[in-house]
């Protein structure tokens, strides 16, 4: 099983370049996150979609912009990427049941402006 | 907002010793979930554990087990047995149970990393 896939696993962008980082999950999950990881930081949520059709600010939301292009896709996006984006980005998905709360993530994307 | 405190940033233990890791949290919600991860150098996320705050049984899974001590907001993870492969970045985390905005989110610590020594 492929279970959460990202694209790019790395990249390197100039300051006010933009890009996009895709997520598939093949779960048939409801809910799908992104995070960024950040030395002595931990996980930091920047965005979430709850469900098909929804998304929510997380944590740390500016600069970024997502959508929730299906179930199974979930992309963030970078419109001016800057020097503080530097950072590894993971998407994560769930199931939305109660009973379990558990996150699965991808491999995560390690992206550095210049 | 719920918090999720991880006081430890680095902790070392001698192969087949046993070592625990501390975690604390702040909620005001009585139903919930905490989960620890394990992030080897690959990058990759690992559920290692997970307990649910109405059951008092504290969790365990082979080699990994918590104590939960929910009045003193506390999630400990202790690792028997210690192992070369057990050498990674751990981190605790927090999801609500029923509150809006809380259900569906996971809120991390800072991590500890534990190194494991011959």
């Known amino acids: 099983n492929a279970g959460v896939t990202q694209t790019p696993k790395f990249q390197v962008l100039k300051t006010g370049q933009s890009m996009t980082l895709q997520c598939a999950q093949d779960?048939?999950?409801?809910?799908m996150y992104w995070y960024r990881q950040d030395p002595g930081m931990g996980l930091r949520l920047i965005y979430y979609?709850?469900?098909?059709?929804?998304?929510d600010k997380g944590e740390v939301p500016n600069g970024y912009n997502v959508s929730r292009l299906n179930k199974r896709e979930f992309s963030l996006r970078l419109e001016s990427a800057a020097p503080s984006q530097t950072s590894v980005y993971f998407c994560a998905s769930r199931s939305g049941q109660k009973n379990t709360g558990e996150l699965f993530f991808g491999e995560g994307s390690r992206l550095t402006v210049l | 907002a719920q918090t999720v405190t991880q006081s430890q940033p680095e902790m070392s233990v001698q192969e087949a010793e046993t070592v625990t890791l501390s975690c604390t949290y702040d909620?005001?919600?009585?139903?919930?979930?905490l989960f620890w991860y394990k992030q080897p150098p690959s990058r990759q996320m690992i559920l290692v554990i997970r307990?649910?705050?109405?059951?008092?049984q504290n969790a365990t899974e082979n080699r990994f087990s918590v104590n939960f001590q929910k009045a003193a907001k506390s999630f400990s993870l202790k690792i028997s047995d210690s192992q070369l492969g057990d050498a990674a970045m751990y981190f605790c985390?927090?999801?609500?149970?029923?509150?809006?905005?809380?259900?569906?989110?996971?809120?991390f610590g800072t991590g500890t990393r534990l190194q494991v020594t011959l």
């Open positions: 307990q649910e705050a109405y059951k008092q």
């Open positions: 985390a927090y999801r609500g149970g029923r509150r809006p905005g809380t259900a569906s989110k996971l809120t």
């Open positions: 979609s709850a469900s098909e059709g929804t998304t």
């Open positions: 779960m048939n999950h409801n809910s």
């Open positions: 909620t005001s919600e009585s139903d919930y979930y």
